[in-house]
């Protein structure tokens, strides 16, 4: 195999997602380790979420979005700022998830209407990044028994999350913060809840991320497993023989150099040093 089609075929493979995905529910609980994934839902928004693209790359951080497909389809100048921004937290290397269309409550919507939402969507994210999105997060986090047909069929996995800013209804970058580190604390692991729609959710995040890199300084002191940042929700699926899978080699090797990267961040943290 020349380099080209092993280049080509490692590109393709790493896209392409994992046929256990169809059907499965993640939220948060279930970790190998101590992954916290970061998620926003609602945008792709051109005022909000350059912000946060930014922020997340500075810290070092991959994130899911879980976007609505309204909100980038279209001629409309607005729509097309939005899709510019989609196309670039695609390039930087974030997960793009499927939102529905319109948002709609969906218990209260018919089952074939529940359909387009969701194939719309779908077929808009693969238009953007080229990829077909396998990741779902239901509005308002109703899941109904339609939406899980048309996500089986297309292999998608549902998304739930358990660590939660509530930033919709407590509009404040303070509120947010704690609200998020409260319930990391519970869980020690999990999927956080934002929306990049929101300006004090965005100012929240380099703050959330800050503080969690200064207090996994404390864990290696105390020789304790480190938070981590991912946007791999495979490692949250739930073992369904009841045993928890082995982390797959690569897992624990990448693990290691985060936590080699963590201490000697933690080493230099009085002389300003950047993200670990
Ligand atoms: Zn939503």
């Not at 607005?78 to 937290?89: D, M, S, V």
């Given at each position: ?58 810290l070092g951080v991959k994130a899911i979005f879980f976007v ?209």
């Amino acid at each position: 195999m020349n380099l080209w089609v092993l280049v080509f075929t490692s590109l393709f493979l790493s896209q392409t997602p994992p046929q256990t995905a169809d059907g499965q529910d993640v939220d948060g609980n279930w970790a190998q380790g101590r992954q916290l994934v970061l998620t926003f839902d609602d945008g792709p928004a051109w005022e909000t979420t350059p912000v946060l693209l930014d922020y997340l790359d500075d810290l070092g951080v991959k994130a899911i979005f879980f976007v609505n497909g309204r909100r980038f389809m279209g001629t409309l100048p607005l729509t097309q700022k939005n899709r510019a921004i989609l196309e670039e937290a695609h390039r930087r290397g974030h997960v793009v998830g499927n939102h529905t269309q319109t948002h709609p409550m969906m218990s209260q919507t018919p089952p074939e209407v529940q359909r387009k939402e969701i194939e719309r969507t779908h077929a808009a994210i693969l238009k953007v990044t080229g990829v077909a999105p396998w990741l779902y997060r239901p509005p308002f986090g109703g899941m109904t028994g339609a939406s899980r047909v048309v996500l089986r069929e297309l292999k998608y996995t549902n998304v739930m999350w358990n660590v939660d800013s509530n930033d919709p209804f407590q509009r404040h970058v303070n509120l947010a913060f704690q609200n998020v580190l409260r319930d990391l604390a519970q869980f020690g692991r999990g999927v956080a809840l934002f929306h990049d729609t929101n300006a004090w959710s965005v100012e929240a995040v380099p703050r959330i991320i800050r503080s969690v890199y200064l207090d996994n300084c404390q864990r290696v002191t105390r020789g304790e497993p480190v938070v981590e940042f991912s946007n791999e929700i495979e490692a949250f699926w739930q073992p369904r023989s009841g045993k928890p899978p082995e982390p797959p080699l690569v897992r624990l090797q990448e693990a290691a150099r985060r936590r080699a990267r963590m201490t000697a961040w933690c080493q230099n943290i009085r002389k300003g040093a950047g993200s670990p």
